[in-house]
C-alpha cells in the first residue's frame, strides 16, 4: 500500500480537527443519515437478506480458502479470451507494470473509472512522474482531482463537500483541466453533474487508454465485472482501443453464478439501490466491441499476509460497498481524511492497519477507532466481524514496544481482578483517594485528563455494594 | 512477472498452510438458502413500476404500433438522427419525415456523439429490479451504441424476455459476451449522497414493453 | 430459583444503588438472590482494549463462582455480552479444555437483567411505579450482541405512571465505547452530546439505560453541563414501587430471615 501521508497525525489528533469543523460535520451528517436510512429500506425489501449474507460470506470464504487454484483458472480463462494477465506483488510493481503498458501504447493520457485498488497504490502519481496524465471521470473523483484533495469516502470520495463548495470548485479549476465550467452554474446537483458531464465528454471521446478496477473476477470464465451509475465506467471500457484493469487478488469468485449473490448485495448495500445503473461485464477482447487489447494486472499488495491471518482473513471478503463507513459514529464526527488512508471507516480501521502494519503513529491509533458499537457488522454484506477483527488488532498494538504504562496497569488490574481480596482491597483505596480529594477535573495529562476535560467523574459512594452485602444479613435492623 | 506470479501463488500456500481444504473447492458446498426470486406472478407489471421508479419512461405497444410510438418519442425529443444496430427488425421503424436512420456498425464514438438516440432491443429484462441487459446480441450492437447518444430506446418483448430476478437472468446469459446492465438513465449519488439522474451515458431512458399480438 | 448476582466490577464500586435495586426487585419476584463474594470482573476491558492475554484469569473465576446457581442475573448488556461472546473465546485460547467445559456450562445460564425478567420469569409487569418521563438508550451492546430487542421498552411501558418518550437516533452509539473514550476524547465526547441533544428533544427528565458504564459518560456530560436530564439505571425504575417510590427500603439490612 502507499505509504502514511507524509506528517499524518494519529486518529485521535486529527478527528481532534474534525469534530471542530461545524460545516464538515454538517455535510456527513446529511450524507451518511440519507443514506443510512435508504440502504435499510432497500435491504428490508428482500426477505431473504440473511441467506444471501450468510451465502456471500460463504462463497467468499471458500474462494479465500482456495485463492491460489482460483486465480490460476481466471488466469487461464482471461488468456483464453484473448486478454494478457499480470502479476504485481506490490504497489510499485502494479506502477511500474501499468507505466510500462501505457508506454507501450504511445499515448500520454488515460482516463480512469475509480476504483480502490488504483488509488491504495498510488497509480495516479507513478503516472504523473512518467509523464502520463490520469483523469478521473467519476463525479466525485473529479470533485476530489479538481479540488487537489484527498477522498475521505469510498463510494463518495468527496462526502465531505456539500454542493456549494463543489460549485466553487467546479467553477475554479474546471478550466484548468479542460472545458470550463458554464457561466452562471448553480449549486443545484443537476447543473453540476452537467458541467462534468460536457467536461469530460471530449476526454472520453479523445482517450486510447482507459484504466479501471474491478468488482469481480469470475474465474470460471474469466469475466470481470464492473458496478458504477454514473456511465463514465462505461465510456472507459468500452471507448478506449486499450484496457488495463488493476484488480486486487481477493476480488475473484469462482463461478458466474456466484454474482447472483453478489448483484444482489451490493447495490442495496452501496447506493440502496435496487440495482446501480449501470453493470459491465467483459471477458477478455471481443472483435467489433469495446478495447482491441485488455491487459488485467492481479495486486497482491499486503492480501496475502492478510490471508495468513485466521481472524485477519474475513478482511478480505470485503466488496467495497461503504455501508460500514455509512452506519459508523465515529467515521460521521471524524470524517475520513482522519483515517489517513484512501480506506476511510470500519474498514479502512482493520484494512490499513493490515496492509500497511502498525508501524506509525496512525496506524497504530486505527484499532483504536471504534467504540465496538457494532453498527457495521450489523449492515456488513459479508458479515465482517469488524470489531472481532479490530480487538484482534489492539493485541498486536499492545504486543508493540510503546505501550508499557497503559500495559502494566492494565496488569496490575488484571492481577487484582484475579483474586477478590486484592480486587477488594483495591475498590477501598480508589474510594478512599477519590473521595477524599474528589476531583471534578483531573488535571495531569492521560486517561485522567481525557475523561474529565468533557465529563465529571462519577462521585464514589461510601460504601460498595459488598460492603453492603455482607453488612445486610449480620447486622441487625428491619428490611 | 513470472517471478511475481510464482511469488503470489507461493505465498498464499504458505498463507493457507494451517487451513484444512477439500480438493476440488467446489467440493465443499455453499448453503444458497436464499430465493430463486421474490415474485412468480406480474413480472411485466413489477417491471415497469420498478423502471419507472428509476426514471426510465416506460411505454406499452404492439408490434404494429411500434413505429409510430417511436416516432412520437424521437418527436418529442426533437430527434433527427437515429442509430440502429443490425439485427434490428426493419418493421421497428419509423417511417417519420426528416428522421434520418443509420445502421451503428461503423460509426466513431464521435461521429455517434452527433446522434440524437439510438434505438435497441435486448436480451433479458429483470422485473424485481427494473434492469434490462443488453449482450450485443442481433438489435442490440455494440456497447458503445447505446452509451454515447444522450437518448436511448429500448424495446422488451414481454413477455418471454421478461425474468423475475437477478438469479434467473444470470442462467439466461452468456458470461463469455460483453454485457450491459441497465437500472434507468445513469446516475450519480456523489453530491450529498443524494441521486440525481443523468450524468455520461444516456440522460433519457424510454423502455417500450411490447405486447405479444392479441395482447397478454 | 437461586440467582446468582453478578454485579460487574463497575457497579459494585461505583453504583451500589443498582445491585440494591436489583436484588430488591428480584426479591419481590421471588428469587433467592445470592452475591458470591468471589466474583470480580469479566474481563471486558482488557480483552477490548487488547490485554486478551490477561484475561483468563477472570474468566476461569467467573465460571468457577457462578457453576452452582440455577441462573446467573447481570445488570450490564455489555459485560454480560463480554461473558457470552467472548469468555468462549478466552477458554479455547487457553488451551484448556476443562476451562472450556466450565465456561460452557455457565455461559447458557447468564442473563441480563430484562431478558432474565421477560424470558426466565416470564414478566413484564413487575408492579413498579416511576411517574416521569422517560428516554430509553438501548446500548449498543444490549442491542447488537446481546440482541435485548424489545424486552427493556416492554417493562418500561408496563411501569405505572411512567411515560416513555421517543429518542432520536436511539440506536446510534453514545460514545463511550470503554477505554474509547480515553482513548478519543474528542470524538467520545461528540457523540455524547448528540445523545444528550437528543434525550433533551424528546423531553425526558430521565435518560435510562441497562449499562451504568454508557450512563456514566453521558452522565458525567450531563452534570458538566448542568442540564436538565438525569441518567438512571433500568434496575432503578423497575425497583421503585408505589409503597417506596424513592427506594428507600433497597439498602435496608436485615438479619437472618430471607424474603
Ligand atoms: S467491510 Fe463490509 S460493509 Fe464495509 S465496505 Fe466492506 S463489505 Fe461493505
Known sequence: ?479 | MTDSRARILGRIRTALAGTERTTPAPAEPIARDYRDSHTDTGLVELLAHNLADYRARVHHATETDLPDLIARLLGSRGAHTLVVPPGLPDGWLPTAAGLRAVRGTDLSAAELDAMSSVLTGCAVAVAETGTIVLDGGPGQGRRMLTLVPDHHICVVRTPDQVVASVPQALRRLDPRRPQTWISGPSATSDIELDRVEGVHGPRALDVVLLVPPGGA | MRVGLFLTCVNDTLYPRTGQATVALLERLGCDVDFPLAQTCCGQMHWNTGYGRQVEPMVRGFAETFAGYDAVVTPSGSCGAMIRDNHPRAAARSGDAALADAVAAVVPKVHELSEFLVDVLGVTDVGAYFPHRVAYHPTCHSLRLMRLGDRPTALLRNVRGLELVDLPGAEECCGFGGTFAVKNPDVSAAMGADKIRNAEAAGAEVLCAADNSCLMHLGGMLTRRQGAVRTLHLAEILAATEADPGGLTWAGVRNGARG
Open chain 1, 1 to 479: 500500500m502507499s505509504a502514511v501521508p507524509l506528517g499524518m497525525p494519529s486518529f485521535p489528533d486529527a478527528a481532534r480537527e474534525a469534530t471542530r469543523n461545524p460545516t464538515l460535520r454538517r455535510n456527513l451528517r446529511h450524507a451518511t443519515h440519507t443514506i443510512r436510512d435508504r440502504r435499510a429500506a432497500a435491504v428490508a425489501e428482500l426477505d431473504d437478506w440473511a441467506e444471501l449474507r450468510a451465502a456471500g460470506a460463504a462463497i467468499k470464504d471458500r474462494t479465500l480458502r482456495h485463492l491460489d487454484t482460483y486465480l490460476e483458472q481466471a488466469e487461464a480463462a482471461v488468456v483464453a479470451a484473448g486478454g494478457h494477465v499480470h502479476w504485481a506483488a506490490d504497489a510499485a510493481e502494479a506502477n511500474r507494470i501499468v507505466t510500462d503498458l501505457v508506454r507501450a501504447t504511445g499515448e500520454t493520457e488515460v482516463v480512469k473509472v475509480k476504483s480502490m485498488a488504483t488509488q491504495e497504490i498510488g497509480l495516479n502519481e507513478a503516472l504523473a512522474e512518467a509523464g502520463i496524465t490520469a483523469y478521473e471521470t467519476d463525479l466525485a473523483e473529479l470533485i476530489v482531482q479538481l479540488g487537489d484533495d484527498r477522498p475521505s469516502h469510498i463510494l463518495v470520495p468527496a462526502i465531505h463537500r456539500n454542493r456549494t463548495e463543489i460549485r466553487d470548485i467546479f467553477r475554479d479549476a474546471m478550466g484548468e483541466w479542460g472545458i470550463p465550467a458554464p457561466d452562471g452554474m448553480s449549486d443545484d446537483p443537476r447543473e453540476l453533474a452537467e458541467a462534468a458531464r460536457l467536461h469530460l465528454r471530449e476526454k472520453f471521446l479523445r482517450a486510447k487508454v482507459g484504466v479501471s478496477g474491478a468488482n469481480f473476477l469470475v474465474a470460471e470464465t474469466g469475466t470481470l465485472v464492473v458496478v458504477e451509475s454514473e456511465g463514465n465506467g462505461r465510456m472507459c471500457l468500452t471507448l478506449p482501443e486499450t484496457l488495463i484493469s488493476v484488480v486486487g487478488i481477493e476480488k475473484v469468485v469462482p463461478t458466474w453464478r456466484d454474482l447472483e449473490v453478489f448483484l444482489q448485495l451490493l447495490p442495496r448495500s452501496s447506493t440502496a439501490e435496487r440495482m446501480n445503473p449501470y453493470t459491465s461485464t467483459w471477458t477478455g477482447v471481443t472483435d467489433g466491441d469495446g478495447p482491441r487489447a485488455f491487459h488485467l494486472v492481479l495486486l497482491d499488495n499486503g492480501r496475502t499476509s492478510i490471508l495468513a491471518d485466521e481472524v485477519g482473513r474475513q478482511t478480505l471478503r470485503c466488496i467495497r460497498c461503504s455501508a460500514c463507513l455509512n452506519v459508523c459514529p465515529v467515521y460521521e464526527r471524524a470524517g475520513g481524511h482522519a483515517y489517513g488512508s484512501v480506506y476511510p471507516g470500519p474498514i479502512g480501521a482493520i484494512l490499513t492497519p493490515q496492509l500497511r502494519g502498525t508501524g506509525s503513529a496512525v496506524d497504530a491509533s486505527l484499532p483504536y477507532a471504534s467504540t465496538l458499537c457494532g453498527a457495521c457488522y450489523d449492515v456488513c454484506p459479508v458479515a465482517i466481524d469488524i470489531p472481532e477483527v479490530l480487538v484482534h488488532l489492539r493485541e498486536k498494538v499492545t504486543a508493540q514496544r510503546g505501550h508499557v504504562i497503559e500495559r502494566s496497569a492494565l496488569r496490575a488490574a488484571a492481577w487484582a481482578m484475579r483474586d477478590p481480596k486484592r480486587y477488594t482491597a483495591l475498590q477501598r483505596a480508589a474510594a478512599a483517594g477519590t473521595r477524599a480529594l474528589h476531583p471534578r477535573r483531573l488535571p495531569l495529562p492521560g486517561w485522567g485528563k481525557a475523561w474529565t476535560d468533557t465529563r465529571d467523574l462519577p462521585a464514589v459512594p461510601k460504601e460498595s455494594f459488598r460492603t453492603w452485602w455482607q453488612r445486610r444479613d449480620t447486622s441487625g435492623g428491619t428490611k
